[in-house]
């Protein structure tokens, strides 16, 4: 006889799961009460990053169900839902949504379903992209620097020049600059190109 657990998440300590359980008691799931797995977690954390998550994936065995009330249980967005179906499928456990009248995720209709939870999340990435761009667009357009600020101010670049072509090593360079050698010796190979052309 297949075991059932359920997994019930919030993200922070003044929470309660109390309700994710009653509501998974109503939709008929009788489940033991060490089978109710609990945690207080963000659900910005990728759920097989999860410690509670993560034990139970490790309990759990082919023919057993996982109930959750709601999708973004699972997961932190529709890619990492989708990931974490999948894994669960390939052990053979079976994972029912009760948010989506409790279907099987990893039945023929559940699949369909993650299908479309694919294509959200192949959408929701686009977009992102898509910002992206735009706001960088936006910002070079406004004349903003992009990209991470200069390690080293006109002065000191000039500085780190001059003690290079002196001959002053790049670790003294660096710690009277007080910056990382790697800065010094990027310096470095960016004026050998320049004099190269």
């Known amino acids: 006889m297949a075991r059932v657990f359920a997994y019930c998440r919030v993200s922070t300590a003044g929470q309660t799961t109390d309700n994710q359980v009653l509501e998974i008691e109503s939709a008929g799931f009788s489940i033991e009460e060490h089978r109710i ?8 954390t990728q759920a097989l990053r999860r410690p509670a998550f993560k034990r139970l994936v490790d309990r759990l065995e082919s023919g057993d169900v996982l109930v959750v009330t709601k999708l973004d249980r699972l997961g932190r967005n529709a890619m990492d839902v989708r ?3 999948e894994t669960l ?5 079976r ?8 279907v099987d995720l990893t039945s023929s209709a559940g699949r369909m379903t993650m299908s479309v939870i694919a294509a959200v999340a192949e959408f929701e990435r686009d977009l992102l992209v898509e910002r992206t761009q735009q706001g960088l667009a936006r910002a070079r357009k406004q004349g903003k620097a992009l990209g991470r600020p200069a390690a080293l101010s006109e002065t000191q670049r000039f500085e780190a020049i001059e003690n290079l072509k002196a001959g002053v090593s790049v670790a003294e360079i660096a710690r009277t ?5 790697q800065t010094i010796m990027r310096l ?9 052309t």
């Open 188 to 196: 470095r190979a960016t004026q050998g190109a320049q004099g190269a």
């Open 83 to 85: 990931a974490t179906v």
């Open 89 to 93: 499928a390939r052990v053979g456990v």
């Open 177 to 181: 600059l007080k910056t990382s050698r």
């Open 95 to 102: 994972v029912h949504c009760l948010a989506l009248g409790g």
């Open 37 to 44: 797995v609990t945690e207080h977690i963000s659900g910005s």
